[in-house]
T-cell receptor, first 114, second 114 residues
């Protein structure tokens, strides 16, 4: 069973702090990694994609990937109350008929308090 | 505007009844997906389709059926065999099953039992 595990929450940080969200995956052949943000009652919204080892930055968001350790993380700098949401880590399986299928973690609830 | 449209937003099912959830996209995407999300959990894949007249079972296909008669449309039927249908249903699409691009989601349908 291919799994994606996220750090258990909820995570609470003060406004302006760095929020760190972590995710591990079991399928060593995974090729694509995504972070989605989901506000309560809404559908997931893509915020970051990462495909190769290292860091990828987009505004206040930085995704980090380490395929050897099977680990992907999301850092949110200068956290704002509007960042309060559930963050879903998703991993795309590789090979055969698994192409394109996403496996999701259970999500981490982030609360940014003023 | 290009996007994925799901309808209805809310749906109620009586015992023994089949209900159909609509998903339409105008993004010219080949690949379409249906997910189920239960409270506090990640998304689980029900069915996916990579091309017209072709679809594959996901991880939790029992009690569900789909069709793909047009590229734009991928309706999901929740049959009476699905004994616990209450959940948030999300439709997603992307250009092709075999690329590594992210999936994008519709706004979802919330299904409840009457």
């Amino acid at each position: 069973q291919k799994e994606v595990e996220q750090n258990s929450g909820p995570l609470s940080v003060p406004e302006g702090a760095i929020a760190s969200l972590n995710c591990t995956y079991s399928d060593r052949g995974s090729q694509s990694f995504f972070w989605y943000r989901q506000y309560s009652g809404k559908s997931p919204e893509l915020i970051m994609s990462i495909y190769s080892n290292g860091d990828k930055e987009d505004g206040r968001f930085t995704a980090q990937l380490n395929k050897a350790s099977q680990y992907v993380s999301l850092l949110i700098r200068d956290s704002q109350p509007s960042d309060s949401a559930t963050y879903l880590c998703a991993v795309s399986a590789a090979g055969g008929t698994s192409y394109g299928k996403l496996t999701f973690g259970q999500g981490t609830i982030l609360t940014v308090h003023p | 505007d290009g996007g994925i449209t799901q309808s209805p937003k809310y749906l109620f099912r009586k015992e023994g009844q089949n209900v159909t959830l609509s998903c339409e996209q105008n993004l010219n995407h080949d690949a379409m997906y249906w997910y189920r999300q239960d409270p506090g959990q990640g998304l689980r894949l029900i069915y996916y389709s990579q091309i017209v007249n072709d679809f594959q079972k996901g991880d939790i296909a029992e009690g569900y059926s789909v069709s793909r008669e047009k590229k734009e449309s991928f309706p999901l039927t929740v049959t009476s065999a699905q004994k616990n249908p209450t959940a948030f249903y999300l439709c997603a699409s992307k250009r092709q099953v075999t690329d590594y691009q992210p999936q994008h989601f519709g706004d979802g349908t919330r299904l409840s039992i009457l």
